[in-house]
């Protein structure tokens, strides 16, 4: 599985954004599908996710505020992200796996900028 981000970019506090993150290689769907995000001298946490089956999970400071939804058809997964706060601002990056067996299959993408100005 490969991954390719898009949607970053500068926004003034209050605004929105909507990243994207289109998917290549087969089955797609069978795919845990989330949004990480990583912040200059921080850990990188989940933002937000969506399984297979459509099960939703989200970080407690964007609860409210991001979206998360995937389209199998599209192969392509989304983080509509409205109300946003300069301390949204981060690197965002999508992240996809699935278990064959005991086995994990953890991919992830090139990280797309969002920066959120005051």
């Known amino acids: 599985v490969q991954l390719q981000a898009s949607g970053g970019g500068l926004v003034q506090a209050g605004g929105s954004l909507r990243l994207s993150c289109a998917a290549s290689g087969s089955f797609f769907s069978r795919n845990n599908m989330g949004w990480y995000r990583q912040a200059p001298g921080k850990q990188r946490e989940l933002v937000a996710s969506i399984t297979s089956g459509g099960l939703l999970n989200y970080a407690d400071s964007v609860k409210g505020r991001f979206t998360i939804s995937r389209d199998n058809a599209k192969n392509a997964v989304y983080l509509q992200m409205n109300s946003l706060k300069p301390e949204d601002t981060a690197v965002y990056y999508c992240?996809?796996?699935?278990?064959?067996?005991?086995?994990?299959?953890?991919?992830w993408g090139q990280g797309t900028q969002v920066t959120v100005s005051s």
């Open positions: 992240n996809a796996y699935y278990y064959s067996g005991p086995t994990k299959y953890n991919y």
